[in-house]
């Protein structure tokens, strides 16, 4: 897309808007053109591009993790081999050292949760004007579209509907296992006993809502904040790269200063990405840990 033809406030608004599918308020069923048609779709429209290179990335991450088991030898190890059986010596150290339970499933979990994040926040690094652009010549080649209503974002974590659905799945296994292991005795329990206690049973039975008030908002944290500190931290870092994008087109002078911001910021958006991915699995290990302690 040819940042010449909009504004600065159009390329980032253009940049930040999903491929929205969903229903209409005159009933029909299409693709949103604009933001404003994306917003009169509703809760029930779906942000394809989000559900795309969400596949895509797990696809990626089932394909090579895949290849490595099969192609597994205790022969000379391929690099592939030597690369995935660092990632999981190095998730199963970090499941050892937080989950004191015994579950079978938590440590395939957080390879999940680590390597899909980290493959979906890798998307960030893709130059912003790349497949959105494409996106663009495929919808006018094919479906006569402008290129202008033709969105692509390519970081489902900027998504907060992706960082959110997977947090409340975490969130849902935290209260299976909760009620699983404790009991819904132990669990309502849990809700409504703690902190404050007392042997006389009229003050405690009116702690009972002050703790639950004080439990659930603790409770329901959990999932908020997993979702929200991937959301926030993604969603900046695609914002500052389509800032240093649009200094491209003020002149050589500043786009070179921006070529210099961009390779440092993409840099230092490694870490970024690493780090958001890694605590989204610690989190996950220690709130399923918290679901397995009895208190």
């Known amino acids: 897309m040819s940042s010449e033809a909009i504004t600065s406030a159009d390329y980032i608004k253009h940049h930040l808007t999903n491929w929205t599918y969903g229903q209409f308020p005159d009933g ?32 990626v991450f089932l394909f090579f993790f895949r290849k490595a088991a099969k192609l597994a030898t205790a022969d000379v190890p391929s690099g592939l081999q030597n690369f995935v059986e660092m990632m999981i010596e190095f998730v199963d150290t970090s499941v050892r050292g937080s989950f004191t339970a015994k579950n079978n499933m938590v440590a395939p979990l957080a390879l999940t949760v680590f390597v899909w994040i ?65 009991g819904i005795g132990g669990f309502t329990g849990e809700l409504t006993l703690m902190p404050f206690q007392s042997k006389n049973k009229v003050v405690q039975a009116f702690f009972i809502p002050v703790n639950f008030l004080l439990e659930f908002v603790s409770l329901i944290a959990k999932p908020i904040s997993l979702a929200l500190r991937l959301f926030g931290n993604m969603y900046a870092g695609e914002m500052i790269f389509i800032l240093i994008a649009i200094m491209f087109s003020t002149g050589w002078v500043m786009g070179t200063l921006g070529g210099v911001l961009q390779l440092g910021w993409a840099i230092f958006h490694i870490l970024i990405i690493t780090l958001q991915a890694f605590i989204f699995m610690t989190l996950t290990i220690v709130y399923l840990d918290m679901a397995h302690s009895e208190h």
């Not at 690094?125 to 579209?145: R, Y």
């Open 28 to 59: 029909h069923w299409g693709t949103a053109h604009t933001a404003a048609d994306a917003k009169a779709m509703g809760f029930m429209a779906i942000h394809v591009d989000t559900m795309l290179w969400s596949l895509v990335t797990g696809l």
């Open 118 to 182: 980290f493959l979906m926040n890798l998307m960030d690094l893709v130059p912003v004007d790349w497949l959105p652009t494409v996106a663009g010549q495929i919808g006018h080649a094919f479906f006569g579209m402008d290129p202008h209503h033709v969105y692509m974002k390519v970081v489902p974590s900027t998504d907060p509907n992706a960082t959110i659905g997977m947090a409340f799945s975490v969130f849902f296994l935290v209260l299976y296992y909760s009620i699983k292991i404790k």
